[in-house]
């Protein structure tokens, strides 16, 4: 079957080394993961990952199944991207001088709807939004003009048609509302404690 | 002290009156007694001491089994889960102890065994800094448990065991790993009463049954001239024995077992037609392929069973009904899912299907049974040579057990000439490692086998190279008098190595030729009655001696050097392909 990119949505129990779990799924079956990204959900307690991958259909459905099967994990849902709404964001370190002095890189920024993030005498750091062709695009012109640093972040993405599943998570929510997050409290006492 | 519920929990513990200020150790062992376990198998050091100490006090109620090995703990905790039907227990120390129970723990998940691990751990203050006898067991142990936690807090305890314990033994069973550090074994804390865990927010054990699909099955069923059942331990741990063979009788359909679904029907059954798979009978492996309807009941399609999965039951639609939604589709597409436990889906499939009595498909099986009984079991259980069988061994102990005992098996041709022959009348008798192929795993699940079922006879058959991987159990066998039988079948080879090296790697006998100790001798020094037998002529009162005396007993049987284990599907061949010899 076709390999695609397939967006995994998966929405957890927001659990000490469930990251470490989920990732092993993949990389068992020796699957690359193009992008991750974890975040709270709209739900207080509940995380949302987002995974991206390049697979057949029937590769990611068999994934979704043994990802929903982990105890810490509420549901899984795998979409192609005409079914989601995602952007990925970038973070670009252009030389001070070249913007100042080149009006057209500018321009450039203008057209990506890049917004300043920092001002430096000797850079400049622009943010964008946007699908990765674009920032793409972008990149590769910036190339050209002395680019400094370049990075993008994980994508994110909202399911076109997740109406159903949304309510049910808001259900879950305010039925059984998750505690907070403790962590470790020992790790800083370490003198204290008595060890054999 | 205040409650620190970690990520995801939900308090569940409920007040019971006044709080009683009592040590995380302690709580441990409340915990269990309310779990209902009396025995646990396990080997104590430093990060698990506390534990150990607190145990000193409950010698009374909970029963401790001081094995020689922490692999042998989990063997034998799977034992005692498989031959019980309850949650094995297993008490572990911190880094060597903790990843001493790997092994049995990828075993356990393999085979969906429930399991619940306590490992000691390091004091929290320690964790990450390479402390003396700290791992990471929790990353250690991810893949190969169903779900895993560390404590940092005595608090925690009530509520992560009552965890434990629930998602071990609910759904597709499987191993737990609790991992508490050492201060909060130490920590008093306010107990407030312990609650077992009947729910988790994210975890839904059962999937919800949808009737479209039982309808659907049932007209499968019902439309079908040559129907075809494949049953596996989904069965038994689904306690569906009774609605699976009311399902079978009805239907009138053929039934052949997975290695682990062994003993979840009658060997005697008219409707079984024996094991499936690469060592499996001839017939279901054949009719595989010629089946219209093909009926999967809590089994998962293993390489073993299917072989070559793009020649596997092509011309048949497929109805699989399982537990875990995962399982369905993974590696054979799959016409109709049930989805839910079997001791639910099948009475309502049973109730939809139509009394029938395929007879003439059933002869086709009994034809080719007479086929395997000519061209390899008439040899393998009555052999004209000199020299014994092992298939002739099994014949003996069926004519004295009756298909009673309770029966585990170590990992390779013993194990499969054993699974072939052994009669099995009582569901939950068959105790082997299937998934994972663990070699040692037969003499401790063995001694698990029999504290899960101590009035029946259970007998560890074993291979001379598997015995030699655990045979430090015969101490733990020694101190607590488990009534163990052992019988291992001496072929002086790692035989199911060799079979493939003599057939397929053209006789380069690589490493397979192991030498062996005086296994009787090596269990008199532990106080182990035994005796080697290498006649015919002795072999039956042998037997009779090893399985009448009141104790533990240690029988080796010199069998044939290099004897095959057929029929045989080769690897990469259709299970339509199986090889008589």
Redesign the interface.
Same mark, same amino acid.
């Given at each position: 079957m076709e390999k695609k990119e397939y967006t995994i949505t998966l929405y957890?129990?927001?659990?000490?080394?469930l990251i470490?779990?989920i990732s092993?799924i993949f990389s068992?079956r020796k699957i690359n993961i193009e992008s991750l990204n974890t975040s709270p959900s709209e739900a207080e307690?509940i995380h949302r990952f987002t995974i991206v991958i390049n697979e057949s259909e029937e590769v990611v459905?068999?994934l979704c199944?043994?990802l929903?099967?982990q105890?810490?994990?509420?549901k899984a849902y795998y979409n192609t991207d005409e079914e989601i709404v995602w952007q990925e964001q970038a973070l670009y370190k252009v030389p001070a001088d070249v913007v100042t002095e080149k009006l057209y890189v500018e321009r450039l920024l203008r057209q990506y709807g890049a917004s300043t993030v920092v001002i430096r005498q000797d850079y400049i750091v622009f943010e964008t939004a946007g699908h990765r062709e674009e920032i793409d695009r972008l990149t590769e012109e910036l190339n050209k003009y002395g680019l400094i640093e370049f990075v993008r972040g994980a994508r994110i993405a909202i399911i076109k048609n997740s109406a159903g599943f949304h309510e049910k998570l808001m259900e879950?929510d305010h039925r059984?509302?998750?505690?907070?997050?403790?962590e470790?409290?020992?790790?800083?006492?370490?003198g204290?404690?008595?060890?054999? | 002290m205040n409650t620190? %519920?970690? =990520?995801?929990?939900?308090?569940q513990v409920e007040e019971r009156g006044k709080a009683i200020e009592i040590s995380g150790s302690k709580a441990v062992l409340e915990a269990l007694l309310e779990e209902g376990v009396d025995t646990v198998f396990g080997y104590p050091g430093?990060?698990i001491?506390p534990i150990y100490d607190a145990l000193y006090d409950y010698n009374s109620q909970l029963k401790h089994i001081l094995v020689r090995h922490e692999q042998g703990a989990i063997h034998a905790a799977q034992g005692f889960a498989r031959s019980s039907g309850k949650t094995g227990v297993v008490f572990a120390t911190s880094g060597p102890g903790a990843t001493n129970l790997v092994t049995g723990l990828a075993d356990a998940m393999i085979d969906s065994n429930p399991i619940v691990c306590i490992t000691g751990q390091?004091?929290?203050?320690?964790?990450?800094?390479d402390?003396?006898q700290e791992t990471d067991v929790?990353?250690i142990t991810?893949?190969i448990t169903?779900?895993?936690y %560390?404590v =940092?807090?005595a608090s925690e305890i009530p509520e992560a065991i009552a965890r434990a314990f629930h998602?071990a033994a609910t759904g597709r069973p499987g191993p737990v790993l609790i991992d508490i550090?050492?201060?909060a074994q130490l920590q008093l804390f306010d107990y407030m009463g312990y609650k077992k865990c009947s729910h988790?927010?994210?975890?839904r054990p059962e999937p919800e049954i949808r009737n479209e699909y039982i309808e659907k099955a049932a007209e499968l069923i019902n439309q079908a001239q040559k129907p075809f059942v494949l049953f596996g331990q989904g069965v038994i741990l689904g306690k569906a024995e009774a609605e699976f063979k009311a399902f079978i009788e009805k239907a009138g359909i053929p039934s052949a077992s997975t290695l682990l679904g062994l003993s979840a029907l009658p060997s005697d059954h008219s409707l079984y037609v024996g094991m499936l798979g690469m060592h499996g009978n001839y017939a279901p492996n054949v009719m595989t392929n010629e089946c219209d309807v093909l009926i999967a009941v809590g089994m998962r399609f293993d390489d073993r069973v299917t072989g070559r999965l793009d020649q596997y039951a092509k011309q048949a639609k497929i109805i699989h009904l399982d537990i875990?939604?995962?399982e369905?589709?993974?590696n054979v597409k799959t016409t109709v899912p049930v989805w839910g436990n079997c001791k639910k889906t099948l009475p309502l499939l049973t109730e939809l299907v139509k009394s029938n009595n395929h007879g003439a498909w059933l002869d086709q099986f009994r034809e080719l049974e007479k086929e395997e009984i000519k061209e390899v079991i008439h040899n393998e259980l009555n052999p004209s040579g000199p020299v014994m069988t092992m298939g002739e061994v099994i014949k003996a102990l069926n004519e004295l057990t009756n298909g009673d005992a309770i029966i585990t098996t170590d990992v390779g041709q013993h194990q499969m000439v054993a699974s072939r022959y052994a009669k099995f009348n009582h569901s939950k008798s068959s105790v082997t490692s299937g998934g994972l192929g663990t070699m040692g795993f037969g003499l401790p699940a063995a001694i698990g086998a029999w504290y899960g079922a101590p009035q029946k006879t259970v007998i560890a058959i074993v291979g001379d190279g598997g015995f030699q991987m655990t045979l430090q159990e015969l101490g733990t066998i020694m101190q607590f008098g488990a009534k163990v039988k052992i019988i291992i079948l001496n072929n002086e080879f790692l035989g199911m190595v060799r079979q493939w090296q003599q057939l397929f790697n053209e006789k380069r006998y690589s490493f397979v030729d192991i030498t062996s100790p005086d296994f009787v001798a090596l269990a008199k020094a532990y106080h182990i009655e035994g005796q080697k037998v290498s006649e015919r002529e002795d072999l039956k009162e042998a037997l009779k001696k090893a399985i009448d005396h009141d104790g533990a007993y240690l029988l080796e049987v010199m069998v044939g050097k290099e004897n095959n284990v057929f029929p045989m599907v080769t690897q990469g061949s259709s299970v339509s392909d199986i090889r008589l010899k």
């Amino acid at each position: 079957m076709e390999k695609k990119e397939y967006t995994i949505t998966l929405y957890t129990e927001n659990s000490i080394g469930l990251i470490g779990r989920i990732s092993g799924i993949f990389s068992r079956r020796k699957i690359n993961i193009e992008s991750l990204n974890t975040s709270p959900s709209e739900a207080e307690g509940i995380h949302r990952f987002t995974i991206v991958i390049n697979e057949s259909e029937e590769v990611v459905k068999k994934l979704c199944r043994q990802l929903e099967k982990q105890v810490d994990v509420l549901k899984a849902y795998y979409n192609t991207d005409e079914e989601i709404v995602w952007q990925e964001q970038a973070l670009y370190k252009v030389p001070a001088d070249v913007v100042t002095e080149k009006l057209y890189v500018e321009r450039l920024l203008r057209q990506y709807g890049a917004s300043t993030v920092v001002i430096r005498q000797d850079y400049i750091v622009f943010e964008t939004a946007g699908h990765r062709e674009e920032i793409d695009r972008l990149t590769e012109e910036l190339n050209k003009y002395g680019l400094i640093e370049f990075v993008r972040g994980a994508r994110i993405a909202i399911i076109k048609n997740s109406a159903g599943f949304h309510e049910k998570l808001m259900e879950f929510d305010h039925r059984e509302p998750s505690p907070n997050l403790v962590e470790n409290e020992y790790l800083d006492q370490r003198g204290s404690v008595f060890t054999m | 002290m205040n409650t620190i %519920q970690k =990520t995801g929990y939900k308090p569940q513990v409920e007040e019971r009156g006044k709080a009683i200020e009592i040590s995380g150790s302690k709580a441990v062992l409340e915990a269990l007694l309310e779990e209902g376990v009396d025995t646990v198998f396990g080997y104590p050091g430093g990060a698990i001491m506390p534990i150990y100490d607190a145990l000193y006090d409950y010698n009374s109620q909970l029963k401790h089994i001081l094995v020689r090995h922490e692999q042998g703990a989990i063997h034998a905790a799977q034992g005692f889960a498989r031959s019980s039907g309850k949650t094995g227990v297993v008490f572990a120390t911190s880094g060597p102890g903790a990843t001493n129970l790997v092994t049995g723990l990828a075993d356990a998940m393999i085979d969906s065994n429930p399991i619940v691990c306590i490992t000691g751990q390091v004091f929290a203050s320690l964790l990450g800094t390479d402390a003396f006898q700290e791992t990471d067991v929790i990353n250690i142990t991810t893949p190969i448990t169903k779900w895993n936690y %560390q404590v =940092t807090d005595a608090s925690e305890i009530p509520e992560a065991i009552a965890r434990a314990f629930h998602i071990a033994a609910t759904g597709r069973p499987g191993p737990v790993l609790i991992d508490i550090t050492k201060n909060a074994q130490l920590q008093l804390f306010d107990y407030m009463g312990y609650k077992k865990c009947s729910h988790i927010r994210s975890y839904r054990p059962e999937p919800e049954i949808r009737n479209e699909y039982i309808e659907k099955a049932a007209e499968l069923i019902n439309q079908a001239q040559k129907p075809f059942v494949l049953f596996g331990q989904g069965v038994i741990l689904g306690k569906a024995e009774a609605e699976f063979k009311a399902f079978i009788e009805k239907a009138g359909i053929p039934s052949a077992s997975t290695l682990l679904g062994l003993s979840a029907l009658p060997s005697d059954h008219s409707l079984y037609v024996g094991m499936l798979g690469m060592h499996g009978n001839y017939a279901p492996n054949v009719m595989t392929n010629e089946c219209d309807v093909l009926i999967a009941v809590g089994m998962r399609f293993d390489d073993r069973v299917t072989g070559r999965l793009d020649q596997y039951a092509k011309q048949a639609k497929i109805i699989h009904l399982d537990i875990d939604p995962a399982e369905i589709d993974k590696n054979v597409k799959t016409t109709v899912p049930v989805w839910g436990n079997c001791k639910k889906t099948l009475p309502l499939l049973t109730e939809l299907v139509k009394s029938n009595n395929h007879g003439a498909w059933l002869d086709q099986f009994r034809e080719l049974e007479k086929e395997e009984i000519k061209e390899v079991i008439h040899n393998e259980l009555n052999p004209s040579g000199p020299v014994m069988t092992m298939g002739e061994v099994i014949k003996a102990l069926n004519e004295l057990t009756n298909g009673d005992a309770i029966i585990t098996t170590d990992v390779g041709q013993h194990q499969m000439v054993a699974s072939r022959y052994a009669k099995f009348n009582h569901s939950k008798s068959s105790v082997t490692s299937g998934g994972l192929g663990t070699m040692g795993f037969g003499l401790p699940a063995a001694i698990g086998a029999w504290y899960g079922a101590p009035q029946k006879t259970v007998i560890a058959i074993v291979g001379d190279g598997g015995f030699q991987m655990t045979l430090q159990e015969l101490g733990t066998i020694m101190q607590f008098g488990a009534k163990v039988k052992i019988i291992i079948l001496n072929n002086e080879f790692l035989g199911m190595v060799r079979q493939w090296q003599q057939l397929f790697n053209e006789k380069r006998y690589s490493f397979v030729d192991i030498t062996s100790p005086d296994f009787v001798a090596l269990a008199k020094a532990y106080h182990i009655e035994g005796q080697k037998v290498s006649e015919r002529e002795d072999l039956k009162e042998a037997l009779k001696k090893a399985i009448d005396h009141d104790g533990a007993y240690l029988l080796e049987v010199m069998v044939g050097k290099e004897n095959n284990v057929f029929p045989m599907v080769t690897q990469g061949s259709s299970v339509s392909d199986i090889r008589l010899k």
